[in-house]
């Protein structure tokens, strides 16, 4: 199992420098990857290549670019500079975001969403391959039928025409699409005593392309928080999953709030939802349980962590994410250096 970072957005504690110096730290301790988000702050390919510009040997992967704010060529055109930029080092990680942002910030109806994702991958990887891209889709007409436009291909050479793309995805049939159609799997939530299931809608996808789950990138977020005190660090995690469990989506439509769910904790979601919703966040946070947090996150001593460590290769993780919840990127630089360790303490580490 490999070591990324996930740095998520631009927040209230961290600046453009913060970043690049915690990206920076994650290419000399050996981290295979850095992701930057995206929603309706910072962009991604932007902070994407800046730290490229700044790092030798890590991978630079999107975790995510939104489907709804680009056109697919426009993201193949993305991924191709961002990969000759860095070497080919680009990972394009690609999610439909959710309705709230989908139609309220990009204009973009959400119907559909698997269908929208098989059809922009095709048309992004026949551009990174320079066919001459010409799509008659649901979504996607290329080039429009009743105009001067004609199909075109990519005007430069990619360094790669194989830019590993991974899919966010939450629910069992996006898990079945990553499987079929993508390199890899960005997950959120990911619980090692869950894993079978999730893995195995995964697995079903990679059957149906005819293939199997060699080369597979399952690569989750986990929060990491480390010190003596399990249940003391697991409170600067509880926004967080308040956040996504009560507030990212609406009451009818909320991914994550049926994921919680679907790992046994429907009761606490519900609960969270409508605190959340009632726009009670911190009694929200409150409700969050520990134990959900606990399968969730990595918590507690560096031994402790190493153990998690162990638990997630197990469960058929390859590439481990860490999110470092702390006040400032000196704390999370720290926090860095300590799974590095757990990591060498484990023995799962490539």
């Known amino acids: 199992m490999r070591l990324g970072?996930?740095?998520?957005?631009?927040?209230?504690?961290?600046?453009?420098?913060?970043?690049?110096?915690?990206?920076?730290?994650?290419?000399?301790?050996?981290?295979?990857?850095?992701?930057?988000?995206?929603?309706?702050?910072?962009?991604?390919?932007?902070?994407?290549?800046?730290?490229?510009?700044?790092?030798?040997?890590?991978?630079?992967?999107?975790?995510?670019?939104?489907?709804?704010?680009?056109?697919?060529?426009?993201?193949?055109?993305?991924?191709?500079?961002?990969?000759?930029?860095?070497?080919?080092?680009?990972?394009?990680?690609?999610?439909?975001s959710g309705p709230q942002v989908s139609e309220g910030w990009h204009g973009v109806r959400f119907g559909k969403p698997l269908t929208r994702t098989r059809e922009y991958v095709e048309i992004v990887r026949a551009a990174l391959a320079r066919q001459t891209v010409s799509y008659d889709g649901e979504y996607y007409t290329l080039p429009l039928p009743d105009g001067p436009g004609k199909a075109l291909k990519l005007g430069f050479h990619p360094v790669r025409d194989d830019v590993?793309?991974?899919?966010?995805?939450?629910?069992?049939?996006?898990?079945?699409?990553?499987g079929e159609i993508a390199d890899g799997w960005l997950a959120v939530f990911y619980s090692p005593e869950h894993a079978g299931e999730l893995l195995a809608s995964i697995g079903a996808g990679r059957a149906k392309a005819g293939k199997d789950m060699t080369a597979f990138d399952v690569v989750p977020t986990v929060p990491v928080v480390v010190g003596d005190d399990v249940a003391m660090c697991a409170e600067p995690v509880r926004s967080y999953a308040a956040l996504y469990i009560g507030g990212m989506g609406s009451r009818e439509?909320?991914?994550?709030?049926?994921?919680?769910?679907?790992?046994?904790?429907?009761?606490?979601?519900?609960e969270v939802q409508d605190l959340y919703l009632d726009k009670r966040q911190r009694d929200a946070a409150a409700a969050v349980p520990l134990e959900?947090?606990?399968?969730?996150?990595?918590?507690?001593?560096?031994?402790?962590?190493?153990?998690?460590?162990?638990?997630?290769?197990?469960?058929?993780?390859?590439?481990?994410?860490?999110?470092?919840?702390?006040?400032?990127?000196?704390?999370?630089?720290?926090?860095?250096?300590?799974?590095?360790?757990?990591?060498d303490r484990s023995g799962v580490g490539e």
Not at 42 to 64: E, F, H
């Open 5 to 96: 970072l996930s740095l998520g957005y631009q927040t209230a504690w961290t600046t453009p420098a913060d970043h690049l110096a915690m990206a920076r730290e994650a290419d000399r301790l050996g981290f295979s990857v850095v992701w930057v988000a995206e929603a309706y702050g910072s962009d991604a390919p932007t902070m994407l290549a800046w730290i490229a510009g700044q790092t030798s040997r890590i991978d630079v992967g999107s975790g995510i670019m939104q489907i709804p704010a680009r056109t697919p060529a426009m993201t193949a055109m993305t991924a191709a500079t961002l990969d000759a930029l860095s070497g080919g080092r680009f990972r394009l990680g690609l999610g439909v």
């Open 164 to 178: 590993p793309i991974y899919l966010a995805a939450v629910g069992p049939r996006n898990l079945e699409l990553a």
């Open 253 to 270: 439509k909320n991914f994550y709030n049926q994921l919680a769910t679907r790992m046994g904790f429907g009761d606490a979601a519900r």
């Open 292 to 343: 959900f947090i606990d399968r969730t996150a990595l918590l507690g001593p560096v031994d402790r962590i190493a153990e998690g460590l162990r638990t997630y290769a197990a469960a058929g993780v390859t590439t481990l994410s860490v999110s470092c919840f702390a006040g400032d990127a000196d704390s999370a630089i720290a926090t860095m250096r300590q799974v590095a360790d757990a990591l």
